[in-house]
């Protein structure tokens, strides 16, 4: 079993920016993608974007989420088992839970990357708010 432990979230003002870092634990070398989502009020949980690799050594696939459109950067270190997420040029718009999730797969397609149910374990979540 994998545990996921999210952190850094809070409020921000536009244009600033935030790093959420996702720690794992348990079997982790079997986790071959992580990925971020995020769920905003009443609305669905959308991709963010997504690491793959083949092996623990491996280089990662990274995907995003079209809205990212280059302000949000994933960095993944071996060493410490995180995933993290660089927020950057945040809008109000980016206000929402932010979710880490992992799977034992690997993956070469984003489409399959972005489906929330292909992922087997999730963090609970950490707040990020930009007031407008």
């Known amino acids: 079993q994998v545990q996921l432990a999210e952190s850094g979230g809070g409020l921000v003002q536009a244009g600033g920016s935030l790093r959420l870092s996702c720690a794992a634990s348990?079997?982790?070398?079997?986790?071959?993608?992580m990925a971020w989502f995020r769920q905003a009020p009443g609305k669905e949980r959308e991709f963010v974007g997504a690491?793959?690799?083949?092996?623990?050594?491996?280089?990662?696939?990274?995907y995003y989420a079209d809205f990212v459109k280059g302000r949000f950067t994933l960095v993944r270190d071996i060493s410490k088992k995180t995933a993290d997420l660089q927020l950057n040029r945040l809008k109000p718009e980016d206000t929402a839970v932010y979710y880490c999730?992992?799977?034992?797969?690997?993956?070469?397609?984003?489409?399959?990357?972005?489906?929330?149910?292909?992922?087997?374990?999730w963090g609970q979540g950490t707040q990020v708010t930009v007031p407008s």
């Open positions: 690491m793959s690799w083949s092996g623990t050594l491996s280089p990662s696939r990274t």
């Open positions: 999730a992992a799977t034992d797969q690997a993956t070469y397609d984003i489409s399959e990357a972005g489906r929330a149910r292909w992922y087997a374990h």
């Open positions: 348990g079997r982790t070398s079997s986790s071959r993608t």
